[in-house]
Antibody
Framework: QVQLVQSGAEVKKPGASVKVSCKVS????????MHWVRQAPGKGLEWMGG????????IYAQKFQGRVTMTEDTSTDTAYMELSSLRSEDTAVYYC?????????????????????WGQGTLVTVSS | QSALTQPASVSGSPGQSITISCTGT?????????VSWYQQHPGKAPKLMIY???KRPSGVSNRFSGSKSGNTASLTISGLQAEDEADYYC?????????FGGGTKLTVL
C-alpha cells in the first residue's frame, strides 16, 4: 500500500517560489510515476505535470512550462514540485498523485495514467 | 488545452441511477481508452473510482460503472446512496499530457 505524505501549508508573496514535498512510503519512488495536480479554492482539478515512464522524462502542462520544476530524491523516496514567479492565481491546494505502478501493460498497450494514490494536499496561499 | 466538458451538477434520489457525461475531443477521450473518474468529498483528496474507461479498483462498489462512446465518456452510479454525494471529475490521457473535466457536483436528494 502506497502512502504519500506532503509538506505543510505555505504562505508566499507574489513573485516568490514555493517547493512542496511528497514523501513516499510502502513503495520506492522508482516504482512509481509521480504527478502533481492542483485545485484552486472552489475550482476543479488541474494537472500540472508528471513522470512519463515511456520516455523516462518529466512532462509539464503547457500552462506551467518554464515556471514549474518537478524533481525526485530517490535516496529518501521524496518527490518535489517547485513553482516560481507566484501570483495570486496560484493559490491552491497542491496534490501529488501516482498510479500504483509504472509498468507497461502488455494487454492494454499503455503505461498506467490513472491516479490510485494521492497525498493529503498542501495549501499554498499567495498573498501580499 | 481545454478541460473536458462535464455538467456542473446532477441530482438523484436514493436508490435511483444517474449518469455523468464527460465530453472531450478526438485528441483525448476519443483516441485513448485511458479515461478515469475521481470522487472528491469536501476537504478531502480525490479517490479513484474508475480507470481505463470501465475498470473498477479493488474496494470500489460495483454500483459505479464507466463507459465510452466516441469522444464522450460516462460514469453511471446505480442505487444512489447518501454517501455518493460528492464532486466527480473525469480525466483523460491526451498524448504526453493529462486533462481533467471541470467537475460535476452530485446531490442526493
Amino acid at each position: 500500500q502506497v502512502q504519500l505524505v506532503q509538506s505543510g501549508a505555505e504562505v508566499k508573496k507574489p513573485g516568490a517560489s514555493v517547493k512542496v514535498s511528497c514523501k513516499v512510503s510502502g513503495y520506492t519512488l522508482t516504482e512509481l510515476s509521480m504527478h502533481w495536480v492542483r485545485q484552486a479554492p472552489g475550482k476543479g482539478l488541474e494537472w500540472m505535470g508528471g513522470f512519463d515512464p515511456e520516455d523516462g522524462e518529466t512532462i509539464y502542462a503547457q500552462k506551467f512550462q518554464g515556471r514549474v520544476t518537478m524533481t525526485e530524491d530517490t535516496s529518501t523516496d521524496t518527490a518535489y514540485m517547485e513553482l516560481s514567479s507566484l501570483r495570486s492565481e496560484d493559490t491552491a491546494v497542491y496534490y501529488c498523485a501516482t498510479p500504483s505502478h509504472s509498468n507497461y501493460d502488455i494487454l492494454t498497450g499503455y503505461y498506467p495514467v490513472h491516479f490510485d494514490y494521492w497525498g493529503q494536499g498542501t495549501l499554498v496561499t499567495v498573498s501580499s | 488545452q481545454s478541460a473536458l466538458t462535464q455538467p456542473a451538477s446532477v441530482s438523484g434520489s436514493p436508490g435511483q441511477s444517474i449518469t455523468i457525461s464527460c465530453t472531450g475531443t478526438s485528441s483525448d477521450v476519443g483516441s485513448y481508452n485511458l479515461v478515469s473518474w475521481y470522487q472528491q468529498h469536501p476537504g478531502k483528496a480525490p479517490k479513484l473510482m474508475i480507470y481505463e474507461v470501465s475498470k473498477r479498483p479493488s474496494g470500489v462498489s460495483n454500483r459505479f460503472s464507466g463507459s465510452k462512446s466516441g469522444n464522450t465518456a460516462s460514469l453511471t452510479i446505480s442505487g444512489l446512496q447518501a454517501e455518493d454525494e460528492a464532486d466527480y471529475y473525469c480525466c483523460s490521457y491526451a498524448g504526453s499530457r493529462m486533462v481533467f473535466g471541470g467537475g460535476t457536483k452530485l446531490t442526493v436528494l
